[in-house]
């Protein structure tokens, strides 16, 4: 039985854990900088017209 959950199985686990976090952060990340973006964009869209460029 100690065979079948060996340090390896645990280490490869881990490695799929770290992973997942990570596109996780990445999916968040690029959800913010496509909304902040999006809210800059209409910030200086409104700054323009106020003074007529």
Do not use: D, W
Request: charged letters at 10%; a positive charge.
């Amino acid at each position: 039985m100690n065979r079948i959950f060996s340090i390896k199985s645990q280490k490869g686990v881990t490695m799929i854990e770290y992973a997942l976090i990570a596109a996780l952060v990445a999916v968040v990340a690029i959800t913010a900088i496509t909304l902040v973006g999006t809210n800059l964009t209409a910030t200086f869209t409104t700054i323009s017209t106020a003074i007529g460029l």
